[in-house]
């Protein structure tokens, strides 16, 4: 009976936790089997993985125990990283556990209910099943297949170095990527150590492999004065090798919770950017940006455990990747992608740890575009998609840019720094972003001006415009006036390129907007600015079709505008316009008395037909002038077009008389219906004609002129 009852009470005695738990948590692993008390040994009265027992030690045997469970500190509770491998620690995002919310909540929650520090075993476990779902899978023959083809694409070792040292100089322009330093000690030991785990690593093969891809394009401006190369390359993009190889990894890593997860798909982004910057970039920078808010780049960081560094590296590759998202998403008319109120990240700041490693530092020029895509992001749309007022909100951004303006430090002022400066373009570029911002606001207006001076005079019954749009409108018309300034100096220092597409989409808008403004005034200067636009936007296109095509469609808008100018001289001048009204009545009768006669001698009327290239000059022979001009492009641009364009793309060179009717418009409708609809938006968004996309729905537009 008493047996039984001692028994009972065993199995009714409830189980003493590890953590209160004195002698067994301290037990060796063979006193714990034989279930015997674990002594300290003579002269050794620590108990620990040091230090063997009085057993072990007199039948010399190997003394091991588990780790102290009960040891375990509360920052260890809170991060499953206590539990991963060092390996994975290294590369896991700062990391997928330790932006782990629950254990922070758990703990949060055992404060709120007045409850001790200790862990249950039930939260222990969480954490160990979450050091158990991070731990890395084995690699399938697919992807070590991929990732050992790419490995066999490295260039050679000095040909890399060049390619980096093109990149940080040239590519990084306003942007952070990653850590330089760290990069290039990464590249090295790929290069140097053969049993590197950077060779198994296919975050760090897609991103190297991008990063050469994208330094690839940049190489021109490394070329010395006077050198010509033994194979010419300069029509062929050198870097679409690397890319390949780096395209077929991004599957292999999209589930990975590393930064190389996220920057390599931000570097892929920029590298397809002046190629399909609607298409393939936009995928990239997307999966980048939600890679960014999958790993809590985007918020402030809570994490005790993280470097300084570290922490200041995930702040500027947020801000990297978003500002340039945002910004590339307004160029081409594309809806927000995030709300920014979700943002917590505090903007970049000095890191000296950091910055002494970099070789080519940019916080400054990080920090001045940021905050010009914030102001852009506002003028673009509000946040809360609430309307606002107009008229404040506009004053309001305008102050804001050139309050910014006038924030840049001397050392980012373009005047004083030299062109051969790393920087130079760098900040050529902030200066273009912010004329472009300047363009953005007052795209509207210029098109309601010309709108309206467009109107015949009888049916001008709507207001008069007001002084606050006209000025937009002018400020409009300088801003693009000075992109192509800007232009002008890239152009004399020999620091333009093709792959920008920046570069091209911010030419572009800037020739178009001038265009658009000589519909209304044309002073002495507007051919020489339209003739540079088109200069340098022929010579960026150089070696890309979609870019040849984009200039095709600044062409056609050349056209219009010459059209529409025609016909507001005629407008504004009545004398001239009867004048040349009754010179048509003339030379209308002259025919017909020329025909009548033909008419009246049969004999005749084969050799004496008017045909349509003798007909008297129409009412809109000045603008088909203009017309004919356009369409006599440069030989060497038709040529390339003629090899390259589809039929459906051709205009016929011996239409004299396009405009003279529906049946043969100057620009047919279907003038690009040979292209798909990703390109025609990406052509639309290239040129910068997206951005009048609002502009020209006229809807809403009589609001702004009172």
Known sequence: MDSSSTAERRRRRRRVADEDRKRAPRACTICKRRKSKCIPARGNPRMDAH??????????????????????????????????????????????????????????????????????????????????????????????????????????????????????????????????????ADVDEFYTNSSSPLRLDSAFVCLAMATFALGSQWTPLEKPAGFEPSQPKENVDLGRGFAVHAKTLIPDIVERSCLRSVQAPFVLGVYFMPASAIGTSYVYLGLALRKALACDLHLNSEDLSMTERDREVRYRLWWSIYSLERCTTVKLNQPRSIDTRIITAPYPSQSAALDRAQPFENLDCQLAYVRLVRILDEIAGPADGLPSSADLSQSTWKDDLKAWKRSLPPNLKLDQIPPSSWKYRAIAHLYLNYYYAMITMGKVALVTVARTRLKPPADRDAPDISDKVKSLANDCTKAARKILRLFENLTRHRVITRFSFTDFQGCSIATIVTLVSGILERDSGYDSRVELGFNCLRKMATGNMTAKLGVSFVEAVQSITNEAASKLQQLDSPVLSRETSHLNTHLGYNQWLEWFAVQEDPKSR???????????????????????????????????????????????????????GPSNPLVPNDFFSGLHNDEQSFLMGLTGLDALGDALDFSGLMGQME
Not at 626 to 634: G, Q
């Open 51 to 184: 230090h063997r027992c009085q057993r072990c030690a007199l039948r010399n045997l190997d003394c091991r125990r588990f780790p102290d469970h009960a040891a375990v500190e509360n920052s260890e509770l809170l991060s499953p990283a206590s539990v991963l491998s060092q390996g994975l620690s290294t590369h896991v995002i700062a990391d997928q556990s330790k932006r782990v919310l629950w254990p922070n909540f758990l703990s949060r929650l055992r404060e709120a209910f007045s409850l001790g520090p200790h862990h249950a075993p039930e939260e222990r476990e969480m954490v160990a099943m979450q050091a158990r779902m991070t731990q890395p899978r084995g690699q399938h023959p697919s992807e070590l297949s991929r990732l050992q083809a790419a490995i066999d694409a490295f260039p050679p070792r000095p040909v890399a170095d060049f390619l980096l040292h093109v990149f940080m100089k040239h590519a990084t322009d306003v942007f952070f990527y990653f850590d330089q330093a760290q990069m290039l």
């Open 606 to 660: 084969e050799c004496c037909v008017v045909h349509p290239r003798d007909e008297a000059p129409s009412r809109g022979e000045s603008r088909d002038r203009h017309a004919e001009s356009w369409l006599a492009a440069p030989a060497t641009w038709q040529t390339q077009m003629e090899l390259h364009t589809p039929g459906a793309l051709s205009i016929p060179r011996d239409s004299s008389n396009l405009s003279s």
